[in-house]
């Protein structure tokens, strides 16, 4: 088991560590940054800033200039070897000026004065003292630390002052960490997103200081939204509810060690709702593949679930046509093993606290999707988007290709009125 960017080719940069660099080799499509990089010869810039590695190296492709995230420990900003060999000087001094040490021991707190979070030093779940990540990162501070380096990535980059559009990805984790333990209905989720849009704001206006608002187009989007908190919606009377992942698990094998009459452990992980089936103890009770899978189905069905799809179906496309299935064949992928993607009843999720995400419903899949600039028409529509969408619309109005496995459609609608002369990917900043 790996996390998506983990490689072990590569390693860390700007910290001392054993552990494995990041790189986007398990990444299946070429990106936005990466057409713009081949439209323009290499010439455009593509640099992606996040707290997680992931949402850092994702965005930024296989072509990307920078990826920078952050030591969960210290909050210092690092990267891989897969981009450099040492961190640029900028990001030395950054780092040199313990930029991260002001955002310890403050007070977050609300319009009306109420505290919020704190991030005066604690022990982490584990019993040692608790890192950056664990206690700043859900509070606003911790997208303030990232917009703060966004500036300084402008600044000594200089995006958008050469001679091709450049392209600056920032993933805010502050929202998602906050939004896994509070859910998307608390005061404090409330207050994070007015926070963020006040951090916003202060980011566009350093834009307009820099490149000058005219030259530059913002899209702005998530990657998933939130599962409401359980005990908030059972409070509405909604069949909501915490589950334990690990006791969900524990029954679904024992439904599969009485179905064969033979006990074992049937899976190599579950992270609910996905299921991954372990191989060699489905061969010894004498199943194939496609059976296994059908076999955990029915088992996550008594368990609990609404339903599920199987690799072995996925793989053929045989999916409902209906918008479920439709994003289920979307999520398939011919590696990963033998899965099963559990299909969860409405607003039941698979932690003991808090809440999460990874479902088709709506709380999950109804997210932002805004465009800022001249190439807009304002105004607020009501056609159908998706967050697929972002990438071939900026593709189509910057001229070049979209990403080779593009899925969405242009935002025609959203477009203002072409003008006389179109500007090429090498005049735009």
């Given amino acids: 088991m790996v996390t998506s960017v983990e490689d072990e080719k590569t390693r860390l940069v700007g910290i001392s560590s054993a552990a494995p660099g990041a790189s ?19 010439k455009a810039r593509v640099f992606a800033i996040s707290l997680k ?14 990826a920078y995230w952050i030591d969960g420990k210290t909050g210092a900003w690092i990267t891989s070897t897969y981009y450099r060999q040492d961190l640029p000087e900028w ?61 300084e990535a402008v600044l000594y980059e200089k995006l958008g002052t050469g001679p091709a559009t450049d392209l600056l990805v920032v993933s805010l984790s502050a929202n998602d960490i906050l939004g896994h333990r509070v859910g998307p209905d608390s005061p404090a989720a409330r207050s994070m997103t007015l926070e963020t ?42 069949p909501a ?20 009459a033979k006990k074992a452990d049937y899976f190599r992980d579950f ?40 690799k072995s179906q996925l793989s053929r496309g045989d999916v409902p046509n209906t918008e479920l299935g439709r994003r289920y064949g979307h999520s398939y992928s011919p590696h990963g093993g033998w899965y099963v993607m559990g299909v969860p009843s409405p607003f039941v999720v ?9 479902t088709p419903f709506s709380y999950d899949t109804h997210v932002p999707l805004a465009f800022y600039g001249l190439a807009f028409q304002s105004g607020t529509y009501r056609t159908h988007a998706e967050p697929v969408d972002l990438a071939v619309t900026l593709s189509s109005l910057l001229g070049i290709n979209a990403p080779a496995q593009a899925t969405g459609r242009v935002l025609t609608e959203a477009l203002a009125a072409q003008r006389k002369a179109t500007s090429a990917p090498g005049d735009t900043q």
């Fill in 24 to 42: 986007p080799h398990n990444l299946l499509s070429d990106t936005l940054g990466d057409e713009l990089k081949l439209a323009t010869g290499g």
């Fill in 241 to 260: 509810a915490n589950r334990d992942s690990k006791e969900v698990q524990d029954q679904i094998n024992a439904l599969l060690s009485k179905r064969y």
């Fill in 271 to 310: 992270d609910f709702p996905l299921a991954w089936l372990n191989e060699d103890a489905f061969a010894s009770a004498g199943r194939k593949e496609s059976d296994a899978e059908a076999d955990t189905g029915d088992a996550m069905r008594q368990a609990g679930f609404l339903g599920y799809f199987t």
């Fill in 197 to 238: 849009d006040r951090q916003l704001a202060d980011f566009f206006s350093f834009l307009g200081h820099q490149v000058g608002l005219a030259n530059v187009w913002i899209a702005l989007s998530a990657d998933h939204g939130i599962a409401p908190l359980p005990d908030f919606a059972k409070s509405l009377l909604l």
């Fill in 350 to 358: 698979g932690v003991t606290k808090g809440t999460d995400h990874a």
């Fill in 91 to 151: 990001v030395k001094n950054f780092n040199g000026g313990h930029r991260a040490d002001k955002y310890w021991n403050r007070e977050w707190k609300d319009s009306d004065g109420r505290v919020l979070a704190s991030t005066a030093p604690r022990a982490g779940k584990d019993g040692t003292p608790a890192g950056f990540y664990e206690v700043v990162g859900a509070t606003p501070f911790a997208n303030d630390y990232q917009f703060e380096f966004a500036k």
């Fill in 53 to 66: 590695d992931r949402a850092a190296v994702l965005p930024a492709g296989f072509s990307g200039d920078g």
